[in-house]
């Protein structure tokens, strides 16, 4: 930074009337960057500073050295009076850091340049204790990939590394260091700790006592951004085991010390919504089926994200917005979303490739594109380590070929799946029963759905948020072999509880052999879908893959459930009925006739 430096200007004779006047010069100084070097014993800044961050081990480096400018011309150049300079930058030091570790907002700064001293001085007391909010500062910098490290400093260099291989690209941890720093080797056991979450299958209690291991040896309180890595990233494995009410939980501890950390340093709020923090309110609003909340929080992501170079991050969000445009209907935009996550991601070797492929599957599956679905999830159960398949990837192939007619692939698939969850302690996954039962209809045996149904029933009644729709496939195969319009019924209102509003066109079907008998509840999934395309709309303005207009998006499927209720005929529908996944894992309905392999089944 620059800075204004007003220096004495000497007379050059004692006869001179006027002895000395002031000449405002500028100090440029190089931006500080710590390193773990011990301190030298004259380096008061680098103790200073040590003590205020209860980290010791690390001392100040700078970039450049310091470069006097706009002096007075020579020769008056020799009058100048001395400055020490070390004593000056030291001085300086404490500014030049509270912007490096963004306690005070850094672009405002860089356009007041010069700096004058007493201006950053008096806005630095203003804003609370300076040891916690350094303290808290620094905890953040050393979860941020470009850290105001030293260069040459191969430890912190192997720590950024560790950063963004397990927490930007969720690889596994390589090594737990222990290096002669607090926080740092704090840091490790926290990568270490959220390294062996995600290589089992951890209950919320669980992951609470991992951090409450992490504390226990502390005698202070660790920076809040320990807890906003912590509580976001088990947020992120819980839902991906399914827990989405112990994700609940730790999504709001994340968001209470995020809110505590912009409390203290309002300059980390963009940087924090557009991180760690707002991707998991995203999802979270996803698995619990408040579609335009989850939109609202990806799009704001999305703004940020965009102005930042790609990285593994990007990808994430890319996946998981087409999971959300996925199931909005928005098959096209998900692709393209998806491609695009795969091109970087392959460039980089990402590990979590494997996801976005299964991501694609399942968009070219609903697309009709049988054989792009089967590649794409080929080569992602190629890509996942021996011993850690997902189940769910050999699940979707045996849907693939079930719905390619080919029963004896599809209960391989089924059987790979079952020995691949019980390989990671899962013996019940409700959309492998959910195979099995629409395998077991399609093959034109009533009373292998029966027993499956009456085996795993309690089972399935007892899902909650998304796993309601394995369990309403189920049911709906059970009433159409009974037939059983209750059970079609009451499915019908699990799935919209769950905001399942396109698959709940089926099971309605069912229930009526015309529109306007089940018209309240027709009427109810247009008042939603108009809310879920005001949302895409809105949302498209920022990212310019998303098309509101496609004719699957959720206002044409609107308009059409009400021209099915206008004609009372269910014909307007018939392409969405036929093609609305997993429903058609049970055949093809059109017009209230249920078909399979061009049979009528029921009617």
């Known amino acids: 930074m620059k800075w204004r430096i007003d220096r004495t200007l000497c007379a050059p ?118 040891p916690q909010r350094l303290r808290e500062g620094f905890g953040f910098a050393l979860f941020e990939p470009n850290g105001p490290w030293h260069r040459d400093d191969e430890v912190l260099t192997g720590w950024t590394q560790a950063v963004r291989a397990t927490l930007h690209q969720r690889r596994p941890l390589a090594q737990a260091l222990r290096p002669n720093s607090h926080w740092l080797a704090l840091g490790y056991r926290l990568l270490d700790t959220l390294s062996q979450q995600r290589a089992c299958r951890p209950s919320f209690s669980e992951v609470e006592a991992g951090w409450e291991a992490l504390q226990s040896p502390t005698p202070q309180a660790l920076p809040r951004m320990f807890a906003v890595v912590y509580w976001g990233e088990s947020a992120y494995r819980l839902l991906e085991c399914g827990d989405t009410s112990g994700a609940s939980i730790a999504l709001d501890r994340q968001t209470v010390a995020a809110q505590a950390l912009i409390a203290i340093l309002p300059e980390l709020a963009d940087a924090l919504e557009g991180g760690l923090w707002r991707h998991h309110l995203g999802q979270l609003a996803y698995y619990q089926g408040d579609f335009p909340q989850a939109l609202r929080h990806f799009q704001q992501e999305w703004r940020l994200q965009t102005q ?35 091109v970087q991601q392959r460039h980089t070797d990402d590990p979590e490739l494997f996801k976005t492929l299964g991501r694609l599957g399942e968009i070219r599956l609903r697309q009709g594109d049988y054989a792009a679905a089967r590649a794409a999830y080929e080569e992602s159960w190629e890509r996942q380590p021996e011993g850690r398949r997902e189940g769910r990837t050999a699940i979707y192939l045996g849907h693939l070929a079930l719905l390619e007619n080919r029963w004896a ?54 899902l909650q948020d998304e796993k309601v729709l394995p369990a309403a496939v189920a049911a709906l195969a059970v009433a159409w072999a009974t037939p059983d319009p209750t059970l079609a019924g009451q499915s019908v209102e699990r799935l919209l509880d769950a905001h399942y509003l396109l698959e709940a066109l089926c099971p309605l079907a069912h229930c009526a052999s015309t529109p306007k008998p089940v018209a309240p509840w027709l009427e109810r999934l247009v008042a939603e879908l108009r809310e879920w395309q005001q949302a895409v709309e809105v949302a498209a303005g920022d990212i310019r893959e998303l098309d509101p207009d496609e004719s699957s998006a959720p206002g044409q499927v609107a308009a059409r459930i009400e021209a099915a209720l206008a004609d009372n005929d269910w014909t ?8 609305v996944f997993p429903m058609n894992l049970l055949g093809c309905v059109a017009r209230g006739v249920y078909y399979a392999n061009g049979v009528v089944l029921c009617s």
């Open 13 to 130: 004779a004692s006869a001179l009337p006027v002895q000395e006047r002031t000449w405002p010069s500028i100090l440029t100084v190089g931006q500080p960057r710590f390193a773990l070097y011990p301190a030298d014993s004259e380096d008061d800044l680098s103790r200073t500073l040590g003590e205020m961050i209860s980290d010791p081990a690390f001392s100040i480096r700078w970039e450049t050295e310091p470069v006097w400018d706009e002096l007075p011309p020579s020769p008056w150049q020799m009058y100048l009076a001395d400055i020490p300079l070390g004593d000056l930058v030291n001085n300086l030091g404490y500014g030049e850091i509270a912007l490096s570790l963004r306690l005070l907002p850094l672009r405002e700064w860089q356009q007041r340049q010069p700096l004058i001293p007493t201006d950053l001085s008096t806005a630095l007391r203003a804003g609370g204790p300076l």
């Open 572 to 579: 307007p529908l018939a392409a969405d009925l036929a093609q």
């Open 409 to 462: 692939d599809a209960e391989t698939g089924y059987q790979t799946a079952e020995q691949a969850d019980r390989a990671q302690d899962i013996f019940f996954n409700p959309y492998l029963v959910m195979g099995r039962i629409a395998l077991a209809w399609r093959r034109g045996d009533p009373d292998g759905v029966q027993h499956l149904w009456n085996l795993h029933r309690e089972a399935l009644d007892a």
């Open 308 to 342: 930042r170079p790609a990285n593994a991050l990007n990808a994430r969000l890319r996946r998981n917005l087409s999971n959300l445009l996925n199931d909005l209907g928005l098959l096209a935009s998900a692709r393209r979303l998806t491609e695009a996550g795969l």
